[in-house]
């Protein structure tokens, strides 16, 4: 059975501080590792990651994904109150039709 | 605005009835998916279609059938609601079933099943 497990489950960080969020994983067939973040109601696409040791960016996000120790951090640098959020994170694996597993989240709160 | 429309938003239901949760999408998408999620257990994949006129099983199946009569349209149906399918549900789609394109999501329906 396909397993991901996210931690730490929830974290509270002051605004400024920088967080790493961790995502492992044990599948069969790995196609991709994708993180979504969500907050009220629908999740939003944050990241793809196929390749391992390359790291993907957007503003003060950032992932990497090691496909050799089966994980994948999500950074967060000089965070903000709009940053609060559950993180999941879903592995795509398979044969033929590639289906999605999810973690089970990491609930952030950041504080002023 | 291209995306996936889910309806109702919200529902409560008499256990023992039977409901349809509607999800369209305009993105021309192929495969699509409906999970539930609940608290401490994530998201899990009830059913998923990965091209028009065709559905396979996920996680939780049971007490849940959809159909996919087109590329646009995925209803999801409750024959018979228990109170444990009392849950937040999304539909959610991507390009292809490959796995190298990302989910997107609906808003999702919030259902309680009384």
């Known amino acids: 059975e396909d397993k991901v497990v996210q931690s730490p489950l929830s974290l509270v960080v002051h605004e400024g501080d920088t967080v790493t969020l961790n995502c492992s994983y044990e599948?069969?067939?790995?196609?991709?590792l994708l993180w979504y973040k969500q907050e009220k109601k629908a999740p939003t696409f944050l990241f793809m990651l196929?390749?391992?040791?390359i790291e993907k960016k957007s503003g003060r996000l950032s992932s990497i994904l090691d496909k050799k120790e089966l994980f994948s951090i999500l950074n967060i640098t000089a965070t903000q109150t709009g940053d609060s959020a559950v993180y999941l994170c879903?592995?795509?694996?398979?044969?033929?039709?590639?289906?999605?597993?999810f973690g089970k989240g990491t609930k952030l709160s950041v504080i002023p | 605005i291209a995306g996936i429309t889910q309806a109702p938003t919200s529902q409560i239901l008499a256990a023992g009835r039977r409901m349809t949760l509607r999800c369209t999408q305009d993105?021309?998408?192929?495969?699509m998916y409906w999970y539930r999620q609940d608290l401490g257990l994530g998201l899990r994949l009830i059913h998923y279609?990965?091209?028009?006129?065709?559905?396979g099983k996920g996680e939780v199946p049971d007490g849940y059938s959809v159909s996919r009569a087109n590329t646009d349209d995925f209803p999801l149906t409750l024959a018979s609601a228990v109170p444990s399918q009392t849950s937040v549900y999304f539909c959610?789609?991507?390009?292809?079933?490959?796995?190298?394109?990302?989910?997107?999501f609906g808003n999702g329906t919030r259902l309680t099943v009384t």
């Open positions: 879903a592995v795509t694996s398979g044969a033929g039709s590639y289906q999605l597993t």
């Open positions: 196929t390749s391992s040791g």
């Open positions: 993105m021309r998408h192929n495969a």
């Open positions: 599948v069969t067939n790995f196609r991709s």
């Open positions: 279609s990965n091209t028009a006129g065709t559905t």
């Open positions: 959610a789609s991507r390009e292809t079933d490959r796995g190298n394109s990302p989910l997107h």
